[in-house]
């Protein structure tokens, strides 16, 4: 008998797109600015939706790694729709700051949507250090920090979303 297991054990299935669960244009529906791609922004239709181009996948999405925030889900989006950095809360610290910079010039990314939710299990109250206690004025600070930095991003390129029992709250870029 061969050590590790059998042999005979089919391979993975991959874990496709859920039915229903896409959006021709997800992004739009929060009011980013459509993808700035050259070339098709949408390659081929699949079941009367349009596929997007994977060559250039322009949006990174900071998210809280909590299993109860699905983040993507939210918004509409499927695999390979937006690149997801996913730390505790969601919140934009000193590291995912260097990670946005190189994402920005490395990646080409030239959208960016925050998604944190309440109550979250990642966070105790005063965490991070600093940042304040209210999730709406943490996920504005965070939104804050994109504006303050080098990422020559413009302001109508960021969002927030914060979600929880109430549903989903949509914060804008900060002024």
């Known amino acids: 008998m061969e050590r590790g297991g059998s042999r005979n054990r089919p391979p993975p299935r991959s874990a496709g797109p859920l039915p229903g669960r896409r959006a021709a ?4 529906s929060i009011g980013l600015p459509p ?9 081929t239709l699949r079941d009367g939706v349009p596929a997007p181009n994977r060559s250039c996948p322009d949006l990174v999405v900071v998210a809280c790694a909590d299993l ?10 499927g695999r390979h729709e937006a690149h997801v950095m996913a ?4 919140v934009v610290t000193d590291d995912a700051l260097a990670d946005l910079v190189s994402a920005r010039r490395v990646l080409g990314v030239s959208r960016i949507v925050i998604v944190q939710h309440h109550p979250c299990a990642l966070l105790s109250p005063g ?3 600093g940042w304040p206690l209210d999730p709406m004025d943490r996920l504005r600070a965070s939104l804050l920090r994109l504006v303050q930095v080098p990422l020559f991003l413009p302001a109508h390129a960021i969002r927030g979303v914060l979600g929880g029992a109430g549903g989903l709250a949509l914060v804008g870029p900060p002024a």
């Open 127 to 129: 965490e991070p250090a």
């Open 35 to 43: 993808r700035p791609c050259a070339g098709p922004a949408h390659a």
């Open 87 to 90: 730390n505790a809360g969601g």
């Open 68 to 77: 109860d925030c699905d983040a993507l889900g939210w918004l509409g989006l």
């Open 25 to 28: 244009a997800p992004t739009r």
